[in-house]
């Protein structure tokens, strides 16, 4: 094989494999698990913003539907549908911070609707610890806050349990107490559930993390 075309095959693998390299770190970087920043438009530093929305679920009193929350992106897009309310469907409704207390969020929050963000991490596992703040050993903080769901009362459907910012925002103009889909602060109550280490009556914490 000649001297030149050789040398022209060399530099063509070179390059080849550097666009391979280039195309493994970008997937590498982009290829981390989403979560949900409940209470937030933002993400932390080290994520990626995928969108931003609002917190919707299930009405309060009304059976049915589906008992998750999801984050609603701000520009829905419509396909087929037919316009008015049609009986059967499932429901869904803005979701209001319910907060009685100044504690563990400050009540100028009550009955304010509540905004989302949905992130991606740059790690490939993220995971909600319930009663913590921290995350354990080789675990990265995305963020923490409060546990927030459904009232315990038998008059009410239940609710996934969600990890709320600590900081909490509110979606601009949405503080007219509908009191459609609502959560409240989750607190601890003694019995099955092992005192010490919780306290009966003490609002439990969360934390998202991420490896």
Known sequence: MPGCIKEHLIKEIERNLKDLQSMHVHNVENSGETYIRWGKTSCPKESNLVY?????????????????LLCLPKNPEWKDYKEGENADTGKLYGIEYEIGYNKPYPNTFHDKDMPCAVCQSKRSTVLMVPGKVT???????????????????????????????????S????????????????????????CPPYVSGRELTCVVCSM
């Open 135 to 169: 995350c354990h050993n080789g675990w990265h903080k995305e963020f923490f806050g409060y546990l927030m769901s459904q009232a315990g009362k038998n008059s009410r459907t239940p609710s996934e349990y969600i990890c709320v910012d600590e900081k909490l925002e």
């Open 171 to 194: 979606v601009p103009g949405g503080d007219s107490s509908r009191n459609d889909g609502v959560v409240y602060p989750v607190e601890a109550v003694c019995g099955s559930l092992k």
């Open 52 to 68: 931003k929305g609002y917190a919707a679920g299930k009405h309060y009193n009304m059976g049915g539907s589906g008992s998750n």
